[in-house]
T-cell receptor
Framework: DTGVSQDPRHKITKRGQNVTFRCDPI?????LYWYRQTLGQGPEFLTY????????KSRLLSDRFSAERPKGSFSTLEIQRTEQGDSAMYLC???????????????FGNGTRLTVT | DQQVKQNSPSLSVQEGRISILNCDYT??????FLWYKKYPAEGPTFLIS?????DKNEDGRFTVFLNKSAKHLSLHIVPSQPGDSAVYFC?????????????FGTGTRLTIIP
């Protein structure tokens, strides 16, 4: 169990640029989640995949955001035309079952910190 | 609309004593609750959970209590140790609706004083 891996750890970009983050979940986990955390707040749900299917999207996920999990393994989160309000920690998590199953809690990665200048 | 609230941003406790972290929720559809711990520069780590069919769940030094009528849960850590110093997040989900979303509180920073 190598854990959930996220790349890059930090990203600084200028307003208007596009950015892409990658998440590699724990290998046997079929569920993958993206959350966003801003300063002083808890993580906020963005979207969720079961295998390659994107099954839930938050209204926080504007049309500038797109997430994919093409082969049901790693996932990418792209933000187009970044805005300063996009500055946050983007967290990826994976699990083998639903988050309300006691035996399969979400395992989070260490996040990608995005700073938009 | 903060559906999960942690009203204490910070808490300091002497080593060896009991730490009690509190969480309130407003959405009556929530039926599963979790606590996560977060160290700086790391992602949250699962600690303990409880289903709404129970009012208590224990795992070693950690106990979670759920009071459904008050829409309140608490995490007890006893005895507190220096390694417990971290930010603690309460989270909730509505499993009956089949959605996979966890709703988190804003966190409580726990500092254990040696």
């Amino acid at each position: 169990d190598t854990g959930v891996s996220q790349d890059p750890r930090h990203k600084i970009t200028k307003r208007g640029q596009n950015v892409t983050f990658r998440c590699d979940p724990i290998s046997e986990h079929n569920r993958l989640y993206w959350y966003r955390q801003t300063l002083g707040q808890g993580p906020e749900f963005l979207t969720y995949f079961q295998n390659e299917a994107q099954l839930e999207k938050s209204r926080l996920l504007s049309d500038r955001f797109s997430a994919e999990r093409p082969k049901g393994s790693f996932s990418t989160l792209e933000i187009q035309r970044t805005e300063q309000g996009d500055s946050a920690m983007y967290l990826c998590a994976s699990s083998s079952d639903s988050p309300y199953s006691a035996n399969s809690p979400l395992h989070f990665g260490n996040g990608t910190r995005l700073t938009v200048t | 609309d903060q559906q999960v609230k942690q009203n204490s941003p910070s808490l300091s406790v002497q080593e060896g004593r009991i730490s009690i972290l509190n969480c309130d929720y407003t959405n009556s559809m929530f039926d599963y609750f979790l606590w996560y711990k977060k160290y700086p520069a790391e992602g949250p780590t699962f600690l303990i959970s409880i289903s709404s069919i129970k009012d208590k769940n224990e795992d070693g030094r950690f106990t979670v209590f759920l009071n459904k009528s008050a829409k309140h849960l608490s995490l007890h850590i006893v005895p507190s140790q220096p390694g417990d110093s971290a930010v603690y997040f309460c989270a909730a989900s509505a499993s009956n609706f089949g959605n996979e979303k966890l709703t988190f509180g804003t966190g409580t920073r726990l500092t254990i004083i040696p």
